[in-house]
């Protein structure tokens, strides 16, 4: 066992070897709960546990796996939701191992998610991100075509998340629309439909360092504040997050416009 894993370690990944499918033992959910606890570094009490995705899956969520050569290496999970007598479902985690990243597999789960979606029915999937990660902000809105609208205060407290620095767990709420113009238009031909940009909202590269460490901390919770402030008045005027910039030296800006768009389902 040491051995195989030792090997699958040192060689180099193939984005052929990789097959992505439904969760289908038990077996395959606990590796879900380790890769969990090792891309989020949380504490036993504060992970997703075991009889949750069992249970997710049972009751028309998503337990959506990526395969290496039988090997868990990345995972999609999601529950039902309802809104405003709407069902939708509900991402609650994406988590790719630390050397598949950038491969374009985090796509591919969404991608899958999107057409197993579609297949029962669903016309709606949400997710909520942190938005101090410039990563995550850009693949939602960029390469999958979300966009976000809502923004919500320290959503889980604060977290023991080697991700999250410490900081109030604030989050914008992805609308991944399946069927918007938006999504196929981007789907099928790799651009989104442009908009005229009304504001922006700026994330610096440094915010990954400044998170990280106890000294620079204080600077990463400022940025949270000010950015904080600008998505909600942003929001309160009816724009919406349509964009993503990143340059070179791997800062990020939230691009903000009107939706012209009409997908909603009105409630809370
Ligand atoms: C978020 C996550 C699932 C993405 O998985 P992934 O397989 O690396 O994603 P992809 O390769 O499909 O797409 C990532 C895109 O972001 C880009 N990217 C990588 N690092 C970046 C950075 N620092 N800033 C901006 N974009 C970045 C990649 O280049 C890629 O875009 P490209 O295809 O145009 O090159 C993975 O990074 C992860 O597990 N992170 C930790 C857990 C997490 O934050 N989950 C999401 C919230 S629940």
Redesign the pocket.
């Known amino acids: 066992m040491a051995t195989s894993q030792t090997a699958r370690a040192s060689r180099p990944v193939s984005k052929d070897s990789l097959l992505i499918r439904k969760c289908q033992s038990l077996e395959e959910m606990r590796a879900c709960v380790a890769l969990q606890k090792e891309?989020?570094g949380l504490t036993d009490i504060e992970l997703v546990p075991l009889r949750m995705f069992v249970v997710g899956e049972k009751v028309g969520g998503q337990v959506i796996g990526a395969f290496d050569q039988g090997t868990l290496v990345g995972f999609a999970f999601a529950i039902p939701g309802v809104r405003g007598g709407h069902s939708f479902l509900y991402s609650q985690?994406?988590?790719?191992r630390q050397r598949?990243?950038?491969?374009?597999?985090?796509?591919r789960l969404k991608l899958f998610q999107r057409e197993d979606a579609l297949a029962r029915g669903f016309e709606l999937m949400e997710?909520t991100?942190d938005p101090l990660?410039?990563?995550?902000a850009?693949?939602n809105l960029e390469?999958l075509g979300a966009i976000t609208r809502r923004y919500n205060r320290n959503q889980y407290g604060v977290t023991s998340s080697v991700?999250q620095g410490h900081l109030p767990t604030d989050r914008l709420v992805a609308e991944w629309w399946l069927k918007s113009k938006r999504v196929e238009t981007l789907l099928a031909t790799g651009a989104k439909p442009s908009f005229e940009v009304l504001a922006a909202i700026s994330v610096p590269a440094q915010i990954y360092d400044w998170k990280a460490k106890p000294e620079t901390r204080a600077q990463a919770q400022a940025l949270q504040d000010r950015n904080r402030e600008a998505f909600l008045e942003a929001f309160a005027g009816g724009l919406a997050a349509l964009g993503y910039e990143?340059d070179p030296q791997?800062n990020?800006r939230f691009l903000l416009g009107r939706w012209e768009e009409k997908w909603a389902y009105s409630g809370s």
């Open positions: 891309v989020w985690m994406l988590a790719v598949y990243r950038n491969a374009g597999l985090g796509r997710w991100f990660e410039i990563k995550n850009y693949l390469k991700l990143r791997g990020g």
